[in-house]
């Protein structure tokens, strides 16, 4: 596994996790339980992965980001929005922090 994580939260407890090659996790992202990551995926900056989640190959989570629990997450996420659904669908924008 040739995956780059920086200070990134595995949540305490976390089974099932899956992380293909050539990921990027950055500062303070966090994956919960069960989530799937394929090859080329990138976490960006305190971006949030809901339990049982999947990643396509490719796809990059923004900073800020949240994807809810259950999601297939088939395109790239926006920083700063919260998507959910399979396929992932964009439901709102957050509040960026000032």
Avoid: W
Avoid at 11 to 30: F, K, M, R, S, Y
Avoid at 58 to 63: A, D, H, L, S
Avoid at 67 to 73: G, H, R, W
């Amino acid at each position: 596994m040739n995956a780059l994580v920086v200070f990134c939260g595995i949540v305490p407890d976390c089974l099932g996790v899956n992380i293909d090659h050539d990921c990027t996790l950055e500062t303070h992202a966090q994956v919960t339980a069960g989530v799937t990551i394929a090859g080329g995926c990138q976490i960006k900056q305190m971006a949030f992965i809901g339990s049982g989640a999947t990643l396509v190959p490719g796809v990059i989570v923004g900073k800020y980001a949240q994807v809810a629990a259950q999601s297939l997450v088939s395109k790239s996420v926006e920083p700063y929005t919260l998507v959910a659904g399979s396929p992932a669908r964009f439901v709102r924008a957050l509040v960026k922090p000032s």
